[in-house]
């Protein structure tokens, strides 16, 4: 798992201004190795976004997964939204193995 100190962690070296994402997830019952098997291409993709600045993946004791974020404006998170790998993966293959989906959108201080 990432850990805040870890140099992988998404909002290493944030500044005042960027947007942050925080997904959490709850797998439906008996998705979540589907799930998980599709994470490595989403968050490669999502990572060599030109405005994305951090991608990371936290999977709780509980069993949710935690998806953490960031991106230089609301344009790039934006253009994250709309792109191709967003919409092929999370929206037509993930969203439908959730029992629940949250999304807490911040700007960094």
């Given at each position: 798992?990432?850990?805040?100190?870890?140099?992988?962690?998404?909002?290493?070296?944030?500044?005042?201004?960027?947007?942050?994402?925080?997904?959490?997830?709850?797998?439906?019952?008996?998705?979540?190795?589907?799930?998980?098997?599709?994470?490595?291409?989403?968050?490669?993709?999502?990572?060599?976004?030109?405005?994305?600045?951090?991608?990371?993946?936290?999977?709780?004791?509980?069993?949710?997964?935690?998806?953490?974020?960031?991106?230089?404006?609301?344009?790039?998170?934006?253009?994250?939204?709309?792109?191709?790998?967003?919409?092929?993966?999370?929206?037509?293959?993930?969203?439908?193995?959730l029992?629940?989906?949250?999304?807490?959108?911040?700007v960094?201080?």
């Open positions: 798992m990432n850990e805040p100190t870890h140099p992988m962690w998404p909002l290493a070296g944030a500044r005042p201004g960027e947007i942050v994402v925080i997904a959490r997830w709850t797998p439906a019952d008996g998705s979540r190795e589907r799930i998980e098997s599709a994470l490595p291409e989403l968050v490669r993709a999502s990572s060599a976004e030109p405005g994305c600045l951090g991608y990371g993946v936290l999977r709780p004791d509980n069993g949710d997964i935690v998806l953490v974020e960031r991106y230089v404006d609301q344009n790039a998170l934006q253009a994250h939204r709309d792109s191709e790998h967003f919409r092929r993966i999370v929206q037509e293959r993930i969203v439908a193995m029992a629940s989906r949250d999304v807490t959108i911040t960094t201080c």
